[in-house]
């Protein structure tokens, strides 16, 4: 699986000109506050996609996330640690421009939200991938062909989820929750330079009402109804 998600994220790149016009998709977008299930949505809805049959093989829809942090990786020469960290720092302020000058290591903003938006573009040039997380509903607000989701729930729900699955505390479920919400905002706002909007998104689901099947059954009817597939 590793090696056919290389491949394809090589074709990304490989394929895409300057002069190409950039026509997106299909192309899904998932973005969440933190402790809704975006992947395990994203996989699922991989799955159905795949099992309508409509793709001739061996093309297939992709569920991406990890994969753009590997792929900013090669393009700044970074480790993917390094990457999720500058990632999770949001907008830095102008200062960190006259620092990258003192250090060749140092990735500006300026680079970083170029970087992620070039990675994310020709990721969504190819077509047939649920992108998860990364921006990609600002970076690809007005292209055609796409839909996108935000996944949401109230935060004492969020907060048993995340006790759950990352096996802490109450207060310390809540922190992270706090921390991360933060985080993700300010990248977004980095990303579409202004203020974090709902309009980015097509539809939001509430994760505490709907299962993950309704939700992926409501995203299939709406690519339907968008003739996305």
């Keep these: 699986m590793e090696n056919l ?5 090589d074709r ?6 300057v002069d190409k016009p950039t026509i997106a998709g299909p192309v899904i977008t998932i973005s969440r506050e933190f402790g809704c299930p975006s992947k395990l949505i994203a996989q699922q809805l991989t799955l159905a996609l795949n099992k309508r049959g409509e793709l001739e093989a061996p093309r297939k829809w992709h569920f991406i996330s990890k994969e753009v942090v590997e792929a900013i990786a090669r393009r700044l020469d970074l480790n993917s640690t390094e990457v999720n960290y500058l990632l999770s720092s949001g907008g830095k302020g102008i200062i960190e421009d006259v620092l990258a000058s003192f250090t060749t290591s140092y990735v500006s903003s300026h680079r970083m939200r170029k970087t992620v938006t070039t990675v994310i573009r020709s990721i969504a040039e190819q077509g047939y991938v649920v992108i998860v997380g990364r921006g990609g509903a600002g970076i690809l607000k007005n292209y055609p ?10 935060r004492e729900w969020r907060i048993e989820a995340v006790c759950k699955s990352q096996n802490l ?3 310390e479920s ?13 990248f977004i706002e980095m990303m ?12 939001t689901f ?3 009402t709907l299962s993950n099947d ?10 339907e109804t968008k003739k996305m597939i």
């Design 214 to 223: 309704a939700i992926v059954g409501t995203i299939l009817r709406l690519m």
């Design 192 to 203: 579409t330079g202004g203020k974090f909007s709902p309009y980015l998104f097509d539809i």
């Design 12 to 17: 990304a790149f490989s394929e895409r000109s």
């Design 5 to 9: 998600l290389r491949e394809y994220m």
């Design 169 to 171: 505390s109450r207060p």
């Design 174 to 186: 809540s922190k992270f929750i706090d921390e991360m919400d933060k985080k993700r905002t300010a």
């Design 145 to 154: 062909n796409t839909l996108h989701i935000r996944l949401q729930a109230p």
């Design 206 to 208: 509430n994760c505490s």
